[in-house]
């Protein structure tokens, strides 16, 4: 499966935007799809999933109650609500997909085979 993240930009403290993850391939729907984050100078980081067949969701503690993951599987699309957004959110935005990822590696990036190019978000304060 190929993937392209989208929706980047740059907006001020408290502001919103909407990332999307467009995927390509067959069985989209089994799949999870997370996203990930990378500050400059720090390591990448869990934000988001939204698990296949069923749809589950999970969240870094640093995003709960301002970002919303959802799926579109007619349209192969994940989306990242992010609203409140605050400096610290800045980083690049990457989408990522499993078909075999399990619970206690969710939030782990080795455990996911395919990426998309990225996406940067800039809060500004």
């Known amino acids: 499966v190929q993937l392209q993240a989208s929706g980047g930009g740059l907006v001020q403290t408290g502001g919103s935007l909407r990332l999307s993850c467009e995927a390509s391939?067959?069985?989209?729907?089994?799949?999870?799809i997370a996203w990930f984050r990378q500050a400059p100078g720090k390591e990448r980081e869990f934000v988001t999933v939204?698990?296949?067949?069923?749809?589950?969701?999970r969240y870094a503690d640093a995003v709960k109650g301002r970002f919303t993951i959802s799926r579109d599987n007619a349209r192969n699309t994940v989306y990242l609500q992010m609203n409140s957004l605050k400096p610290e959110d800045t980083a690049v935005y990457y989408c990522?997909?499993?078909?075999?990822?399990?619970?206690?590696?969710?939030?782990?990036?080795?455990?996911?085979?395919?990426w998309g190019q990225g996406t940067l978000v800039t809060v500004s304060s």
């Open positions: 990522a997909a499993s078909q075999t990822v399990i619970s206690t590696t969710l939030d782990v990036p080795n455990a996911y085979h395919y």
């Open positions: 939204i698990r296949g067949n069923g749809g589950s969701t």
């Open positions: 391939g067959r069985s989209f729907r089994s799949y999870a």
